[in-house]
């Protein structure tokens, strides 16, 4: 993996004003150091009956991008981003270029979405939110 971006090129795209509150919370930009804690409620995706836990095969990877990959699961591992699993769920990863030429891990859960159960949130209209924010000075 990656070093995380420089504070100063993010920082140099906006204005001087977010710059001051990224600068005054930039403990809260940081880039995980471990797994999360636990929490009092875990996160669970429900999935539509009867469906069956999601096993997607690998992908077929070039030498190359296998050693990436490994590379970069090696390290997760180390940080302590990520652990060993032995679930029945198993999604394949790919990595993304990016801009710099280095390479952006991704896991692709098509997959598991189209057996979850969606979530139903509708979208307030415009004039909803406008409303709302009547005579609000800070937002």
């Known amino acids: 993996m990656l070093p995380p971006k420089t504070h100063a090129r993010e920082t140099s ?5 977010i710059q001051v509150l990224l600068v005054r919370f930039e403990a809260l930009f940081q880039p995980p150091h ?8 875990d996160h669970h995706i429900h999935l539509l009956p009867p469906s069956a836990p999601v096993n997607v095969r690998l ?14 699961v090696d390290l997760m591992l180390q940080k302590g981003l ?3 699993s032995t ?4 999604s394949p990863v790919l990595l993304v270029r990016k801009h710099d030429g280095s390479w952006h891990f991704c896991v692709d859960y098509r997959a598991l979405n189209v ?3 969606k979530d139903r949130f509708p979208i307030p209209t415009i004039d909803e939110l406008l409303d709302e ?7």
Do not use: M, N, W
């Open 115 to 117: 057996v979850r159960v």
């Open 59 to 72: 992908y077929r990877y070039s030498h190359f991008q296998k050693h990436e990959i490994e590379l970069q």
């Open 87 to 90: 679930s029945l769920f198993s």
């Open 82 to 84: 990520i652990q060993p």
């Open 34 to 41: 471990s797994l999360l804690p636990a929490r009092d409620t």
């Open 133 to 139: 924010l009547r005579g609000a000075h800070c937002f």
């Open 13 to 17: 795209e906006v204005s001087p004003t």
